[in-house]
Nanobody, 125 residues
Framework: EVQLVESVGGLVQAGGSLTLTCTVS????????MGWLRQAPGKEREGVAC????????YYSDAVKGRFTISSDNDRSIVTLRMDDLKPEETAVYSC??????????????????WGEGTPVTVSS
């Protein structure tokens, strides 16, 4: 059984930082592109970052580039998203996801093979 379990999110002030982790079981990180999605209230789900574990190449949406950092530890099956300089409009449920390629996570509406239940992140102004 594949499971992607996100760490607890939380409340952070605008301009602050937060790190989320995703513990993965039931699949090999080497076989997938791993990423993070988010869904803000009243908005559609969007991809924010992904990492190709074959080479460790990271990709980001334009909205978060330069402020978010994704990394993975394949030995421990953990994917991490560090978020800096958070903005109130980034209040959302963040979820970990696995897909066959970059396009399924960051190009257009996300179409992951697997995803976690998500964890809420609230950014106060």
């Amino acid at each position: 059984e594949v499971q992607l379990v996100e760490s607890v999110g939380g409340l952070v002030q605008a301009g602050g930082s937060l790190t989320l982790t995703c513990t993965v079981s039931g699949l090999r990180l080497d076989d997938y592109v791993m990423g993070w999605l988010r869904q803000a209230p009243g908005k559609e789900r969007e991809g924010v970052a992904c990492i190709t574990n074959s080479r460790g190449t990271a990709y980001y949406s334009d909205a978060v580039k330069g402020r978010f950092t994704i990394s993975s530890d394949n030995d421990r099956s953990i994917v991490t998203l560090r978020m800096d300089d958070l903005k109130p409009e980034e209040t959302a449920v963040y979820s970990c996801a696995a897909g066959p390629n970059y396009d399924t996570l960051l190009s257009g509406p996300p179409r992951p093979n697997y995803w976690g239940e998500g964890t809420p992140v609230t950014v106060s102004s």
